[in-house]
């Protein structure tokens, strides 16, 4: 369980700006950690904003859903130098799904956090073909913490750390839908993964 080093120490108590990174594959329950850090700081009455690329549409324009249904609200934007402009005077700024952002995101998340702000990015770290998944290990490398996830592999019931396409198709930005991936370990993803090397 990730403990916060500096909850309570916001911008305007002087905090120093903080990078903090949630990995991991699909049905890893990255955004309800990310929910639950957030969740967190406005008990301890931060400004918190929450952002989320407008790209991801899966469930509904304005709030970040979790797979299991854990709600919170946020706002959806084209291009992640729209977070910089949107989020103002707050202590701790969210960003969802981070995977679909481009580099840009690394500026911007830099830049927040030089503001003296605390930034939680959450995201996929590797595409379905088990690979890493930019901007995500950029981020990862820039960050103060690191928090990888897992989920149970659907095959053997062991920790899952791969996210298995169940369909044909080659897009790499392919929406998450429940039916169209399964969580998978090292062993069970590569066996029906022969073409990746
Ligand atoms: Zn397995």
């Not at 960050?143 to 169940?166: N, Q």
Request: proline share 3%; net charge negative.
């Amino acid at each position: 369980m990730f403990i916060e080093p500096s909850i309570g120490r916001s911008k305007s108590s002087g905090g120093k700006g903080q990078i903090e990174v949630i990995c991991g594959s699909m049905f890893s329950g990255k955004t309800e950690e990310l929910i639950r850090r957030l969740n967190r700081a406005k008990i301890a009455r931060q400004k918190v904003e929450i952002f989320k690329p407008a790209v991801d549409k899966r469930y509904s324009d304005s709030d970040v859903v979790s797979h299991d249904e854990t709600m919170i609200r946020s706002t959806p934007v084209d291009f992640a130098g729209d977070i910089l402009l949107l989020s103002g005077d707050c202590d701790v700024i969210g960003i969802d799904e981070v995977q679909f952002f481009d580099e840009e995101i690394i500026t911007v998340v830099q830049k927040l956090s030089r503001q003296g702000k605390r930034i939680i990015l959450a995201g996929l770290d590797m595409d379905f073909e088990g690979r890493p998944f930019e901007p995500m290990p950029s981020l990862m490398a820039i960050a103060e913490f690191v928090t990888k996830v897992h989920a149970i592999c659907m095959k053997c019931g062991d920790l899952a750390a791969f996210s298995f396409r169940l369909s044909d198709s080659k897009m790499k930005v392919m929406l998450g839908e429940k039916e169209a991936y399964e969580a998978r370990c090292r062993k069970c993803f590569f066996e029906e993964r022969r073409d990746v090397t």
